[in-house]
């Protein structure tokens, strides 16, 4: 089981789903290219400790984490 963890300003949101189905692929890419386009940073777990940011969605990521825009001031 693979899940989308977004974070924002309350805490995080899960979004978990199953590779092998093609509704949730389907569903998980549209929520991905969702959130990417409003400026969310997509990283995946590749060893623990170490993310790498992804531009382009992957189904086979287990553990994919979306992080809002830093907005400084």
Do not use: H, K, N, W
Not at 46 to 71: H, K, M, N, T, Y
Request: aromatic letters at 10%.
């Amino acid at each position: 089981m693979a899940v989308q963890i977004v974070m924002d300003r309350t805490g995080d949101s899960r979004y978990p789903f199953d590779p092998a189905s093609a509704a949730q692929v389907a569903e998980a890419e549209r929520r991905f290219r969702q959130l990417t386009g409003r400026g969310f940073t997509a990283t995946a777990r590749v060893a623990p400790g170490r993310v790498e940011i992804i531009r382009s969605f992957d189904p086979q990521v287990e553990e994919c984490v979306f992080f809002p825009r830093l907005v400084g001031g």
